[in-house]
């Protein structure tokens, strides 16, 4: 009999949503996720330190990751250097937020393709404001996260473990995302060809029958286990890598369930993906 796999469950803040638990204040969020059997979560950045350093301590819940708060607004890959420059002071200011909290890593989307910047632009932009941020980053112990999104970037696993070992520092590492592959890949080819780079898993699905039929972003309309992901064969390949440490579910909320409920059922959902 293999070892039951020991993983900490976390929860991305964004998702944290719906009738019964927007009124609550910061504190009273933490302990409704801790009560229903998270370890930890993922902060959006520039959120107030001290609320939440208050409702970490109260609550013991761990704060795992912290997202870059100008990801989309002010990319790396712009062509102005003035977008550039805040998008790197929201680098700076997630790595700082995130030693602040005891987070071990922060996420970030390197860039954005599109009509207004090429491919190549992207890349050589990107890499060069990332690589003004890693002193920062090893400085503090806290490592960068590259995602895969849906930004039209480093579209392949190959590609992906490339851009990292340029950068030549164990503190730029990727946050790997399951859902977000499955329209054009399979998550486990990703996880074996990333391996020891990868520093957090987003635990997310997808419908491909969804996004064919009602347009791309339908396909995450889906519960955990209920899409395209092959969550055996992504677990046998997290396996392979030696990777023990945080699962963080980005899931939307479902029709009819809600607070403690909707949280202690995706808890459940993510016990289940750990012992497929």
């Known amino acids: 009999m293999p070892a039951p796999r020991s993983f900490k469950k976390g929860l991305m803040f964004n998702t944290l949503r719906g009738p019964a638990v927007d009124p609550l204040s910061l504190r009273e969020k933490f302990a409704l996720l801790r009560a229903a059997g998270f370890d930890g979560v993922e902060l959006r950045g520039s959120m107030n330190q001290a609320e939440v350093l208050a409702a970490r301590d109260a609550t013991g819940l761990v704060i795992a990751s912290v997202n870059v708060a100008t990801n989309w607004v002010r990319p790396l890959s712009d062509a102005n250097p003035t977008v550039r420059a805040a998008g790197l002071e929201g680098l700076r200011q997630a790595l700082r937020d995130a030693k602040a909290y005891g987070a071990t890593s922060v996420l970030l989307v390197p860039a954005v393709v599109n ?107 889906c519960e955990l286990m209920t899409g395209d992901s092959d969550w055996p064969a992504v677990m046998q390949a997290i396996d392979a890598t030696g990777y023990q440490g945080w699962m963080i579910t980005e899931q939307r909320r479902p029709p009819g369930l809600d607070g403690a409920a909707y949280l202690e059922h995706l808890a459940q959902k993510l016990d289940a993906i750990f012992a497929a």
Do not use: M
């Open 115 to 221: 009509k207004e910047t090429s491919y190549a632009e992207a890349y050589t932009r990107s890499t060069a404001e990332i690589a003004k941020a890693v002193p920062l980053a090893e400085s503090l112990g806290v490592a960068i996260a590259v995602e895969n999104v849906w930004n039209q970037f480093l579209l392949s696993p190959l590609e992906a473990v490339q851009y990292v070992d340029a950068f030549k520092s164990p503190f730029v590492r990727w946050h790997f995302d399951v859902g977000n592959c499955v329209q054009h890949g399979w998550p486990e080819h990703w996880i074996r060809a990333l391996g020891p780079r990868i520093a957090k898993v987003h635990v997310k699905e997808f419908s491909r029958k969804q996004a064919a039929e009602r347009g791309p972003r339908a396909g995450f309309n």
